[in-house]
């Protein structure tokens, strides 16, 4: 993760490569300007979402002067806000700029000017597969599934219940949030599930839309299949989206389902027999 890191940092900053060290410079000194990379404890998030580890990142200006650190520093949030990792067999992550809580700054040992940039990046609690959708026991949950992959085709990736390490630039997660039953008459009665749909677009523009786009497909379907040699479905019942809600962690849309169902037919005693009694007048 460190090198892969460093390498997006130096192809970002050129002048940074082979000048990016972790927690502090060597001992006999480094070559200026130079940067100093160092992470923070994972902190629990979500089922879904895991850890999430801060990273931060210093950057020494030396006779550059903090003008270029500045513009370094712009370009670096710019560039690595949002931007998926990979490299070789490690496993893929996904960067987001937290900002910066510190100005212009200067070591109190050495007197040399820096500047301090946040970045995140989540770390799932338990690592699933490009194909874990396919092992998902759930109907409702891989019927919600299988009709969002045919509606955004080939182009998004679609995840059950938590993210991946990394999800891909355009992805939607399906979580289940919560279910109830209600009696619906003397021989029916309704299973209500609500479900959360997170999109992650290329940017906050294309993941407005895309959320936007499902709750208006979502509005217009009547049902939703689930079994078709069964006919069986389920059926919109609300949904709503935040277009202003952080996609990773709480996700846009808000969706409820509805199925109904017929109750099994309660066991009564049997009349074992009949006895008339002529009425006396």
Excluded at 99 to 125: M, V
Excluded at 158 to 163: L, R
Aim: net charge negative; hydrophobic share 40%.
């Amino acid at each position: 993760m460190r090198a892969a890191l460093k390498q997006a940092i130096a192809g970002i900053v050129p002048l940074l490569k082979d000048r990016l060290y972790d927690v502090q410079p060597p001992a006999d000194g480094a070559l200026e300007p130079f940067g100093i990379i160092s992470f923070g404890e994972e902190l629990w998030k979500s089922s879904w979402a895991g850890y999430r580890q801060m990273i931060r990142l210093k950057l020494y200006a030396g006779s550059s002067g903090m003008d270029q650190v500045d513009a370094w520093a712009e370009d670096l949030a710019e560039g690595l806000h949002r931007r998926r990792i990979a490299s070789g067999n490690e496993r893929p992550f996904r960067l987001y700029y937290f900002g910066s809580r510190e100005g212009e700054r200067a070591e109190a040992a050495s007197g040399q000017a820096y500047r301090s940039l946040r970045f995140g990046i989540y770390i799932p609690e338990a690592e699933m597969d490009g194909d874990a959708a396919a092992t998902v026991t759930d109907d409702w949950l891989n019927a919600l599934l299988s009709w969002t992959r045919a509606q955004l085709g080939d182009a998004w990736s679609v995840y059950p219940t938590a993210w991946p390490s990394g999800p891909t630039d355009t992805s939607v997660l399906w979580r289940m949030a919560g279910t109830e039953t209600k009696m619906a008459g003397a021989s029916l009665y309704e299973i209500r599930r609500r479900f959360v749909g997170h999109v992650i677009g290329r940017n906050a523009v294309s993941e407005q839309r895309t959320a936007a786009a499902l709750v208006e497909m979502l509005g217009s379907k009547v049902q939703l299949p689930m079994d078709t040699d069964a006919r069986k479905h389920m059926s919109v019942s609300e949904v709503s989206a935040d277009l202003q809600a952080d996609g990773f962690l709480d996700g846009q849309i808000q969706l409820t389902l509805v199925q109904r169902r017929v109750r099994p037919a309660e066991e009564a005693a049997l009349i074992r027999s009949v006895e008339l009694h002529p009425i006396l007048k």
